[in-house]
């Protein structure tokens, strides 16, 4: 797994955060993951907003389940965990509630 960063020469960190990056770099990606990476970094601006508009989207089908509206509410610890628990099984909710230890867990 790669990533990339991109340090303005005028920000206020960069000579430090440039210095922690040629220490902490090591030059072992293949040829192919360069190529992908600099292929993925043309449109990252599109794909960028395509991924914050899908983002926005899930977050809106989320408030709106009653089960995500009445967990996070309640200040158990997994009610962080449970938006991605109801979208993962969004479709197999009935499935899961076999499986669930808090009553009207698939209630949807």
């Known amino acids: 797994m790669g990533g990339s960063a991109i340090l303005n020469p005028e920000g206020r960190y960069y000579q ?13 990606y ?5 190529m992908f990476m600099e292929r993925n970094r043309r449109d990252f601006v599109t794909r960028i907003e395509r991924i ?6 899930i977050c809106n089908v989320l408030q709106a ?3 995500v509206k009445d967990d ?4 158990k610890n997994f009610a962080l965990t449970l938006p991605y628990v109801v979208l993962a099984y969004y479709w197999e909710l009935d499935w899961a509630a076999g499986f669930r230890h808090v009553s009207g867990a698939a209630s949807h």
């Open 30 to 34: 293949w040829a192919e993951e360069i």
């Open 52 to 57: 914050n508009d899908n983002a926005e989207a």
């Open 72 to 75: 996070l509410v309640s200040g």
């Open 65 to 67: 389940h009653l089960l």
């Open 16 to 28: 430090h955060l440039k210095s922690a990056f040629e220490a902490d770099c090591e030059g072992n």
